[in-house]
C-alpha cells in the first residue's frame, strides 16, 4: 500500500511536474479515498496512505500555486472493481461505478485556468 498509494503518487507527480512547471500549465489529479478523512477498523495503514495523498495534495497545491499548476484531490468512496466486490466487509456497501469517478475528475480539470478545485469529495446518497 505504501509503494502503491505514496511512493506511486510521488514517482507520478515527480515525472510531470517539471514539466508543468516550466510550461506554467498542467493539472495533477491525485486520487484518494473518503478513508483519508477518517480512520476505518481493519483498514489503518491503507487510511494513513490515503491521509498522505490528501496531505501531499494540499502541500503541492499551496507550493505551486501562482506557477500555473492546478492541484485536485478526488476522494470518492467505495467504488465497485474486483478487488471490492471480493471483499465480505463491503458486500452491504453502497458502490460507485468507476465513470463517477471519471464525471469528478472531469468537473475539476474542466474548470477555467484561473479556477483550481483543490479537494472534491464523493460520497453515494
Known amino acids: 500500500m505504501i509503494d502503491i498509494n505514496i511512493k506511486g503518487l510521488l514517482y507520478g507527480v515527480n515525472s510531470v511536474i517539471g514539466n508543468m512547471v516550466n510550461n506554467q500549465k498542467g493539472h495533477i489529479v491525485n486520487i484518494c479515498s473518503d478513508s483519508g478523512f ?18 501531499i495534495s494540499i502541500g503541492l497545491e499551496k507550493e505551486l500555486a501562482n506557477t500555473g499548476v492546478r492541484v485536485t484531490n478526488i476522494s470518492p468512496g467505495m467504488v465497485e472493481t474486483e478487488l471490492s466486490s471480493k471483499s465480505p466487509f463491503e458486500e452491504n456497501r453502497k458502490k460507485f461505478e468507476p465513470k463517477d469517478i471519471a464525471n469528478a475528475v ?15 469529495t464523493v460520497r453515494p446518497t
Not at 477498523?41 to 490528501?54: G, H, I, M, Q
Open 38 to 55: 477518517e480512520v476505518i477498523e481493519r483498514l489503518s495503514v491503507y487510511c494513513a496512505t490515503k491521509f498522505s495523498v490528501r496531505a
Open 106 to 120: 472531469s468537473y475539476a480539470i474542466s474548470q477555467p485556468n484561473h479556477v483550481n478545485v483543490n479537494e472534491v
